[in-house]
């Protein structure tokens, strides 16, 4: 018998999530059957949608009952397989959820190149958050050379990436991130013109005098204050792809945004997104990721948590901005 490690949902968090809202249990692998495959995690994303899926009531997608596997995309290692479409040994991504083993009929697997890119990348730039950027920022940001792009939770999985392709469409950009270490390397490794410290007390200030000719792309990623310090820079016909508020996820009151009716003169275009709801692009984005992640022009970090038993702290970390770069556990 192989033995499955998994973590569960506890407790549905009533603010802020906590570790006692997992639980680790332990329990036997399932057995494939007929035309299923038996997945090995090798790695599992920590991503903030997860805090949604605890909830009761989610906006989108189902949420996790008590007592339920986490949810969550994993690479894995096929250790058995009777399905014949896929082969013992092969790597693929899957949402095999926050646990050791899993078995799978093969929809929704997709094969990774582990010699290609390392693994790991297939959750991060080369995966569902650089797919994410590349969406929000080519297809709903549209950004021209030359105009000026702000980034929000700019070192981190989503803001890495899509700061680094507006760099590509030679547009001066600024990060917005948590600390003097964080805007460092948004500037000195990732190539952004300018990264602004959320943290300090002078970022108003700073986000005005970084962005002299006003703001015409914002990849908005975590709401609350900020997003009301851009409205009031917003040069006309700006856009705002709407792809996470970050900072409203663990709140019992949402913040309430004061600068809106800049949008109205100012003819801004806001418009929320979810991924998953575009299959169509996909191919194309995780294509181009994974060339411009191999030749260097796309350069991503990882906060790598040793173990599933640890994983449950390291969600929490998220929030409070404990990641650097994308958010993964080692299996
Ligand atoms: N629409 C979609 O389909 C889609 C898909 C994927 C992700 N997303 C969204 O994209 C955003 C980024 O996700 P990610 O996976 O790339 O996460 P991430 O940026 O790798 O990690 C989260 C970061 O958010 C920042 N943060 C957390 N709480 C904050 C707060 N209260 N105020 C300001 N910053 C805060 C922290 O960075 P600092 O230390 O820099 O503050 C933290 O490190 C999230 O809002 C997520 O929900 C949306």
Known sequence: MIKNR?????ARPDGWVKESDFRLVETAA??????EVLLKSLYLSLDPYMRGAMNEKRPYGKPVNIGDVMVGETISE??????????TGETVSS???WQEYAVSDGKGLRPVDAKLLPASAY???????GVTAWYGLLKIGMPKAGETVVVSAASGAVGSVAGQIAKLQQCTVVGVAGGPEK?????KELGFNACIDHRASDWYDALAAA???????YFENVGGPLLDAVLARCNTSARIPLCGMIADYNSKERYGVRNLVNAVGKRVKLQGFIISDHPDIWPEALGQLAKWVREGNIKYRETVTQGLENAAAAFVGLFKGENFGKQIVKM
Do not use: R
């Not at 096929?78 to 082969?87: A, L, T, W």
């Not at 805007?183 to 500037?187: F, M, P």
């Open 78 to 87: 096929i250790v058995e397989s009777k399905n014949p479409g896929f082969k």
């Open 30 to 35: 399932p057995a494939p059957q007929e035309g």
């Open 211 to 217: 962005t002299p000719e006003g703001i015409d792309v």
């Open 6 to 10: 998994q973590i569960v949902l506890a």
């Open 95 to 97: 949402y095999a959820g």
């Open 123 to 129: 959750l991060g730039a080369a995966g569902m958050p």
């Open 183 to 187: 805007c460092d390397y948004v500037v």
